[in-house]
């Protein structure tokens, strides 16, 4: 749980500071619906997972299943550097 | 009966900064037009497999006025998918309807008389399509801006043209209520069954106001006739081959020049455009490209760059696609193989143009893209294009000089500008402000900018826009802006800012949280630091390429 709370904590620092957010952003705000994640960003977060995060994310992992929110991200972060570790 | 309502939206906190609050008093006196009709069920929707019985290509007739050709075609291919979203398919028919609802609202309107420009804030959807030809059926002209338009540029739009109307859908509405006003009038159906509209007796009138950077940091408005945009998507449908089964994958947002020329090339010949993409999501793209039987897909460098490295693009693709087109930027020469490669036996188009230029300049024909690596083409069929010195005299092939154009498509100049205009256009020759070589056979390789305007996502900008948005709002501050390249993701911002008065202090948060609010995601810095002092060149000049290295050096975009 703690680990995906530091990212969690990190990841919405980040987004909060790259996109157009003018109130908290918390880890279940809807990132789509909010109209924050537009290609741009999508592109500066994918980058910043990979260098930021040290996982490699493929194909099936950019889906607004697991970008809809901060917290879905932060599990797939997760998750991905779990299976690294083991 | 006119079926409209009033919706109230709640009031937002308040700004402290007193210009703001003078430009919203301004923009709270406009006439906000919110269309919502999807809740209503026209005849006008279509399913998505009732498009077999078309067969004949519309050619359109060059001397017709756009909103001529759109009502003939609307009437034509009435059962015809113009729009097809994921939730729903929307005629031809659908879209003549909204159409006439949107002109018989602006026919009643006391303000609004022919020629008056009509803003409108929406995005890519069936709406947009209804109230765009809808203000041409008026015989308005349409001044499409992004529905994420800073304060700032929205309120230059609206004094510079006069706008007393500016259309939109609720969504939108709602979410920019504190910028816009409370009060929106909602209109929902037409009125009565409209007389014929009556059409510009001149292909010369003004049909769209596309505003875009100038070169001086200054938004211009570029005045697009009729005749313009319907030579310049003539040539389109003529290269691209357009004929009558089209269905583009349309993600480019239409208020753009590269994105209008997709939308103008198909409405114009009854095609139909595949809407609802999340560029955000590079696989999806695929999918949608397969489920919708989409026969093109266009886009940026920066898109293609993100489907290469992030899908299996080219793996089981969909056998209807015929072609992918790229422009608005410079793709690189090892994606352009890779992604020509990928896609094929689809063909991939390399294009250049400008808004000034209605849209497209030139285009590279696929079968020359090994052989021609790295060019833009030769110009488009009876249109001149030219590399030229200072003198205006055609470089020797391999010298670098200024891409000209002249033919139909040029614009007739800046609205309300004929000194910047004059400085453009020369001779009717269109300066395009690009730097490039040309070869024996006429094939141009553009090679970068002769002023100081940035792409970033395929969005032109110039830096001192952002310099001028923050010293309007931090007193004491100077700001400088540069680009610089952000490895595999091309260009982003960085601004450095210093105060200019000792007891002043600035401080990035600041800045980085006024920026978050107010601009649009490709004009927010990435990189933000405060200085002491500005590096100076050897001629005492502001250094601006150290400090683009500088920002390059840190890789901030990551490390933030």
Redesign the interface.
Known sequence: MEIIDTIEHELTG?I???????YPLKPDTDL?EE?I????????L???LE??HHVS????D???RH?RTVSCLAALVAQKQDSLNH | MNSTENITFRTDTCHQMSDLDAIKVSLHSLSVIALGWKNLSLDGTSTNDSCAEYSTFLQPDPATTLGEQFLKIAQIRGSYPAVITPEQSFSYQWILEAAQTVRSHLENDPNFQPGSPVAMMVNNSPEYLGIYYGILLAQGVAVPLPP?VEIDRLAFVVDACDITTLMTTPDIAR?RHADIGKKVKQINRMSSSPLPPQFPDSGEDLATILFTSGSTGTPKGVMLSHKNLMSNSLSIIDYLELDSTERALAVLPFCHTFGNSVLQSHVLTGNTLVLGA???????ILQMIEQYECTSFSAVP??FH?LLT???LGENQSPNLRYMSVAGGALSKKDTVTLSERIHPAKLFVMYGQTEATARISYLPPDLLTERLGSVGTGLKGHELQVVNHQGEPVRPGERGEIRTRGPNITKGYWKDPETTAQIIRQGWLYTGDLATIDADGFVYPVGRSNALLK??GHRFHPNELETFIQKRFTSTRAVVVGYE?S??GT?LALYAKSEDPDHVISSDAI??VC??Q????K?P?YIEIVDEFPLNSSMKLDRPALSQRASQRNI????
């Open positions: 980040f909060a500071k790259r996109a157009q957010v003018d789509l109209g994640l537009d290609s741009l960003m999508m592109m500066d994918v980058a910043h260098s930021q994310l493929g194909d099936r950019l889906s607004p970008f | 994420d979410r999340n560029i955000a999501f590079p696989g999806s920066e898109v993100f992030r899908t299996s970033i996502g952000c595999h993701l982003r980085a949280a978050r609010q601009l649009p995601t490709h927010i990435t975009l990551v490390a933030h």
